[in-house]
Every structure is written in C-alpha cells, then in structure tokens.
C-alpha cells in the first residue's frame, strides 16, 4: 500500500510540475477560424462549388472566397473588391453575419492578398488585417478588418 501511495505521489508530482506550451506571444489567427469585428468565429463546415468555397460557424455566420477559377496549386491572390473585373490571380471575400444582420466584404484598397495552399486537392487560405466594408440592416456602412487561417 506505501509502494502504490508513494507512486501516486511521484506522478502528481510529475504532473503538477510539466512543461506548459509557452505563448511565443504570436498574435496569429488560430486555425479554421476567422475574425471579424473582434468577434473570433470558428468554422464547422464548408461547402465549395465551381470557383467559390464558403465556411460557416455554429452560429450560421459565414466566409466565402469567390475565385476566378478554384485553385489547384500554392498560390498567393490579391484581394479585390466585388465590383472590379477578376483576373486569374484575384479573389473576392464576403462575410455574412445573421444576427444582428451584417455583410462584410473587402475593399481591394490595402493591397492585401490571400496565402493558398493546396494540400491532396483541400485549400488552405490564410490573411491578416484585410480591409472591409460592412453594411448592416439599415444600410449604415463602416469598415473593419479580417483575418482568417481556414481549410477545408
């Protein structure tokens, strides 16, 4: 019984005193996760099509990246806004918040791009600080900024 004791001390010992992962003091945007507003949103689901792929937390709030032509390799695609012609290396990005109603999208004015990776056919897409519009339900206009580290 003191052998057995004496070993449930030294692991509570050992696991009281274990090294914690250290804060790098990184500011990054964890993975599958955007942020808008200051509000962080996580993703559970995505749906793609022909050149768009769109994400949406549990709260049906929502990302979506519109593409000339869905990528198939690494890339890196500037970031424009809606109304301007899309080239092949361009992408347009829109959030949707439904409670309070608000759409966001990027302005195309910071120069901003977003990072592709294609990984076995699944994209991978990461930015910091891009510039957006917001509207809300009554028609007032602000601006934000996004960021996002997000995959299928």
């Given at each position: ?7 449930v001390c030294t692991l509570g ?36 099509n022909a050149n768009s792929i ?67 056919g699944k994209v991978s897409m ?27």
């Amino acid at each position: 019984m003191k052998k057995v004791l004496l070993s449930v001390c030294t692991l509570g010992v050992l696991f009281s005193s274990s090294c914690k992962k250290s804060d790098s003091g990184s500011t990054s945007t964890p993975s599958n996760t955007w942020t808008l507003l200051g509000a962080s949103h996580t993703s559970i689901t995505s749906t793609r099509n022909a050149n768009s792929i769109a994400f949406a937390d549990a709260a049906g709030n929502s990302l979506a990246f519109y593409f000339k032509a869905y990528p198939t390799t690494d890339g890196s695609y500037n970031i424009i806004d809606p109304a301007k012609t899309q080239g092949a290396n361009d992408v347009i990005i829109q959030t949707l918040t439904p409670s309070p109603l608000l759409e966001a999208y990027a302005t195309g004015t910071d120069s901003k791009t977003v990072a592709v990776k294609v990984t076995s056919g699944k994209v991978s897409m990461v930015c910091s600080s891009v510039l957006m519009k917001t509207t809300n339900s009554t028609g007032d206009t602000s601006t934000t900024t996004l960021s996002t580290n997000i995959s299928e």
